[in-house]
């Protein structure tokens, strides 16, 4: 599969949701918020990752020795 059918499906499947999002009780909006609000910000987090990750890395003793921060 292409990133683009994958990006298509994925675009499908968000539109089948906010549609059935109009007859969802309140547990079940809250679920679909929640869901985009992963997908909105999963970039943003992604990136928060790896800067930890370098972070966790450069307090590394064995990486950096005496350089460590």
């Known amino acids: ?3 683009k059918q994958l990006e298509r499906l994925l675009n499908d499947a ?3 949701i906010i549609e059935l999002e109009h007859n969802a009780d309140a547990e079940q909006r809250d679920m679909i918020e929640a869901l985009f609000n992963e997908i909105k910000y ?3 987090i992604d ?3 790896k800067l930890r990750s370098a972070d966790d890395e450069a307090q590394d003793w ?3 020795g005496d350089n460590k921060i």
């Open 47 to 49: 990136n928060e990752m």
């Open 14 to 16: 968000c539109d089948i």
């Open 1 to 3: 599969m292409t990133k």
């Open 62 to 64: 064995d990486t950096f």
């Open 42 to 44: 999963s970039d943003k």
